[in-house]
């Protein structure tokens, strides 16, 4: 009896110090949530205004349905606006391509830019595909650079349609089924809390195409990306 109210108390000791670590942790957390923008290096506007300019390049060269010629000349004009960004180019390099099944979509994709806010990649299909978009942590604009993309969220009847030059933007928490018409790509930037996007970018490869070789080099593509944007001091 006597050493029982010791063990009470110590017991309601250590769920106080739980609690107040939860509570802590709650609070850091919706802090580092509602100011999540202060961490993006880029902005919509500028990236936009990089495609534009390359679309309108490979207008004036006759050129505009030639996929390679659009990313090249997009690559290069990011590189411009954003010299500091350490930003991957080397799209031509196959190694630097995964495969990417998620939502039922199958694709491809090229990683610009991945850090624990933000992520800029070429992504679409040389054959087009349909799917559901997730539902995401964070706003995801989506640029069209070949090709055209359809949308619709449950309950429209009719689709949203998306050709060269323009942006689908997918707010945080919007869900969607979408499909790509044929040959399309578009330069995809997302910004908000990039981890808990990782899961539903790689459960299809786990649970359905056991491709153990796009899961590894995924993740490798963007490990090695994230750290060295964090050791670059970019979040
Ligand atoms: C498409 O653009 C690339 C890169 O500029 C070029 O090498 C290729 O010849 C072009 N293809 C066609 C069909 O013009």
């Known amino acids: 009896m006597a050493k029982a109210k010791p063990a009470q108390q110590s017991s309601f000791g250590k ?8 509570v802590a942790l709650y609070a850091l957390c919706s802090y580092l949530d509602a100011n ?7 902005t919509p506007d500028a990236l936009n205004a990089a495609v534009q300019t390359s679309l309108t390049t490979a207008r004036m060269a006759g050129q505009e349905k030639n996929s390679t010629y659009v990313v090249d000349t997009l690559l290069g004009n990011l590189v411009k606006t954003y010299p500091d960004l ?9 190694d630097e391509w995964v495969f990417n099944n998620a939502g039922g ?6 990683i610009i830019h991945a850090s624990i806010t933000e992520y800029l990649i070429i992504f679409g299909s040389a054959v087009g595909t349909e799917g559901h978009t ?20 449950a309950g429209d ?18 869900v969607r089924q979408y499909m790509m018409e044929g040959e399309t790509w578009a330069l995809e930037y997302a910004a908000g ?10 459960a299809d490869m786990m649970s359905s195409t056991l491709d153990y070789v796009s899961f590894y080099h995924t993740c490798r593509i963007t490990a090695r990306e994230m750290i060295k944007n964090l050791l ?3 979040i």
């Open 105 to 110: 979509a199958m694709g491809s994709m090229f």
């Open 15 to 22: 769920w106080a110090v739980i609690g107040a670590v939860l």
């Open 134 to 153: 997730g539902r995401h942590t964070a706003d995801d604009y989506f640029h069209i650079l070949t090709g055209q993309q359809r949308c619709y969220a």
């Open 157 to 174: 009847l009719s689709p949203l349609i998306y050709n060269p030059g323009d942006v689908n933007l997918m707010e945080r928490g919007v």
């Open 36 to 42: 999540v923008d202060k961490f993006f290096a880029m």
């Open 232 to 234: 670059r001091g970019k």
């Open 193 to 202: 809390w990039i981890p808990p996007m990782l899961p539903f970018g790689l």
């Open 86 to 94: 350490d930003l991957q180019t080397h799209f031509r390099n196959k």
